[in-house]
């Protein structure tokens, strides 16, 4: 079946815009996380989904970043006022959680550049 | 705190067996991942260990020692699409299912 889909897969913006990422997790995946990752290193844990709510917001780095997944399925990470040190490849992972260490699955990411 | 350890580069020879280790600090274990990533591209799933000892998958294995917090990633059979970089992650706590990523080891698979 379909994999976890994120759109744009390239985001170019200015410093100061608001962007937009969205993730399309695989069907029936009830858990939605966002990660990043800047370039040489591995991905840094930002929210997870559980359904509807935010059931772990602790890696959003600040009050700049918000994400929401209002019917439980696709979610859209937002991001004000960008700055350049937002610029990174921004992952979407899906799982079906029916079990406490159910593997997460990655879709292609989106690379934000802010210029 | 948090901390995985993993090498950062390493360089193998096709046909060759290569073992990638990482060893862990985390506040609980609920289960390690490895993954793959190409360049550019997004991680993709090879294994997971919740249970000391080995996993085999085709030309991949993981080994586990919880009392030592120690993971190694076995790739036997070098093949040039091989290059990559590999991830080992911890699923720390139990309540939430976040993943703790190391920085990954670029393996370089030379003819």
């Known amino acids: 079946g379909a994999g976890v889909s994120q759109t744009p897969s390239n985001k170019v913006t200015e410093k100061g815009k608001y962007v937009e990422l969205r993730c399309d997790p695989i069907s029936g995946h009830t858990a939605l996380y966002w990660y990043r990752q800047s370039l040489g290193q591995g991905p840094e844990f930002l929210i997870y989904f559980q359904g509807t709510g935010a059931a772990d917001d602790s890696g959003l780095p600040n009050d700049r970043f918000f994400a929401v997944r209002p019917e439980g399925s696709v979610s859209t990470l937002k991001i004000q006022r960008t700055e350049r040190g937002d610029s990174a490849m921004y992952l979407c992972a899906s799982s079906s959680v029916s079990g406490s260490t159910d593997t997460q699955y990655f879709g292609p990411g989106t690379r934000l550049t802010v210029l | 705190g948090q901390n995985i350890d993993q090498p950062t580069e390493m360089t193998a020879t096709e046909g060759a067996i290569v073992q990638i280790n990482c060893t862990y600090q985390?506040?609980?274990?609920?289960?390690l991942f490895w993954y793959q990533q190409h360049a550019g591209e997004a991680p993709t799933f090879l294994s997971y260990n919740v249970l000391d000892g080995l996993e085999e998958k085709g030309r991949f294995s993981s080994f586990l020692s919880r009392s030592k917090g120690y993971s190694y990633l076995l790739l036997k059979e070098l093949q040039m699409k091989d290059s990559a970089s590999y991830l080992c992650?911890?699923?720390?706590?139990?309540?939430?299912?976040?993943?703790?990523f190391g920085t990954g080891t670029r393996l370089k698979v030379l003819a």
């Open positions: 992650a911890v699923s720390p706590t139990s309540g939430t299912y976040k993943y703790i």
């Open positions: 985390t506040s609980g274990f609920n289960g």
